[in-house]
């Protein structure tokens, strides 16, 4: 995206483990002037607890951070009402996971996604893992995930004015 470009809509970006994705959004909402970041991990032991810390310092002061595991319709309701600024929702994949731990309708919550994002008065860019190139899990919660995932990245990106790849640090534009 070109500093050029106004940001507006949805913007999915996808990518790996460390592809990069991350850094590439907030590139975007900083360039705009900054953003809110709606952050949906949780810091179930100390190594997450330190990546969420490195995350908060690597922001700055442009941003102002929202922590919602679960409930990320609510967060970006009141982000639309109250701040009117660019939203990063980091990361779906996350969400999902954490959706998936406290047993909730998971193909309700992301209708319930999907028929927000598009009707929102602000920009939202949505990351998440790409986790469709790799081999079949073993397990059936893994396999759930796996495919919960993939039907969430379908029905975002099918309401995406942009969807972007993010491969080693490289994005590559795909909608």
Request: charged share 20%.
């Amino acid at each position: 995206m070109s500093q050029a470009e106004p940001l507006i809509g949805i913007h999915l970006i996808l990518g790996g483990a460390r592809s990069g994705k991350s850094r590439f959004a907030e590139n975007i909402i900083n360039q705009a002037g900054g953003g809110i970041y709606i952050a949906t991990g949780r810091a179930w032991d100390d190594e997450m607890a330190n990546r969420i810390d490195l995350h908060k310092q690597s922001r700055g002061d442009l941003w102002h951070t929202i922590e919602e595991p679960t409930d990320l319709c609510a967060a970006l309701r009141t982000c639309n009402v109250q701040e009117g600024k660019p939203v990063l929702v980091d990361c779906l994949t996350l969400w999902l996971t954490n959706l998936m731990l406290e047993d909730r309708d998971i193909d309700a919550e992301i209708t319930m996604l999907c028929d927000l994002v598009p009707v929102l008065d602000i920009p939202v860019l949505l990351v998440s893992n790409e986790v469709g190139f790799g081999i079949v899990p073993e397990n059936a919660m893994a396999r759930a995930f796996r495919d919960h995932a993939g039907r969430l990245h379908q029905r975002i990106a099918e309401l995406a004015n942009r969807v972007t790849l993010v491969v080693a640090g490289i994005p590559m534009q795909v909608k």
